[in-house]
């Protein structure tokens, strides 16, 4: 398979696949809504991917696809000022340019983490980079008992959904779930950040299998609901 370029999104010499070609079904009508859309979460999935084609068949397609979304995530996504990737890009026809959606997205710096890890994301940006994204998301989107105990990880910023999608904080299980294989991933990297990392991975852990529901009428099944309340995920 090739990745050509009329599939990528050319932003400041990177490159990102978008979420569709044109003419896919969107609710608003715009046939073009996804092609002008670019997901970064999407992206390091395709680099993911990407990266077990190459390795499985040296073809340099593979590769060349995986720098650009690297270039991508270096270059475009990652916003220094506000500590975070973007979730996104969305195209404005009227200045020409792509414009990084505001919204925070849990799921994308988890993945990121998890995908490139600790020792590559820190080369790329700086030292213990990976550790600072870890506590950027959890000052964003962490959600706490009470006692101040960790439970996991909201789909975004709740405090900041206003209007008809304002709402109290939603534990993800599922993105809290990459949350306690990230923080045991970068235990491993950080020894001086150890401790606290595996003491984050074990209260989220503990809330999640209080969270276990029996499946009826099956007593040997069990199951972790998608996550422990309901609202639009931002």
């Known amino acids: 398979g090739k990745c050509s370029d009329r599939h990528i999104g050319k932003l400041k010499g990177a490159g990102a696949i978008r979420m569709g070609p044109i003419g896919n079904w969107h609710e608003s009508g715009d046939e073009e809504f996804y092609y002008n859309h670019i997901s970064t979460e999407n992206n390091i999935s395709w680099y993911a991917a990407f990266r077990m084609l190459y390795e499985a068949t040296g073809n340099e397609?593979?590769?060349?696809?995986?720098?650009?979304?690297?270039n991508y995530l270096k270059k475009v996504a990652y916003n220094k000022k506000k500590g975070f990737f973007a979730q996104g890009m969305a195209y404005d026809e009227t200045k020409n340019k792509w414009k990084p959606a505001k919204i925070f997205a849990s799921d994308v710096q988890l993945w990121a983490i998890l995908t490139f890890g600790p020792e590559t994301l820190d080369g790329w940006f700086k030292k213990d980079f990976?550790?600072?994204?870890?506590?950027?998301?959890?000052?964003?989107?962490g959600v706490r008992d009470d006692s101040g105990a960790l439970l996991g990880v909201d789909y975004t910023n709740w405090r900041k959904l206003?209007?008809?999608?304002?709402?109290?904080?939603?534990?993800?299980?599922?993105?809290?779930?990459?949350?306690?294989?990230a923080t045991r991933l970068m235990?491993?990297?950080?020894?001086?950040?150890?401790?606290?990392?595996?003491?984050?991975?074990?209260?989220?852990?503990?809330?999640m299998q209080e969270n276990v529901q029996d499946v009826e009428g099956e007593d040997d099944k069990s199951y972790i609901p998608y996550a422990d309340g309901y609202g639009v995920t931002g």
């Open 162 to 181: 206003k209007g008809s999608e304002a709402r109290e904080a939603i534990v993800s299980f599922e993105w809290s779930e990459f949350a306690v294989m």
């Open 61 to 70: 397609d593979y590769k060349d696809a995986m720098e650009k979304i690297e």
């Open 187 to 207: 235990a491993q990297y950080y020894a001086k950040h150890k401790k606290e990392l595996l003491d984050d991975a074990k209260s989220i852990w503990a809330y």
């Open 130 to 141: 990976s550790y600072n994204l870890w506590k950027k998301t959890k000052k964003e989107s």
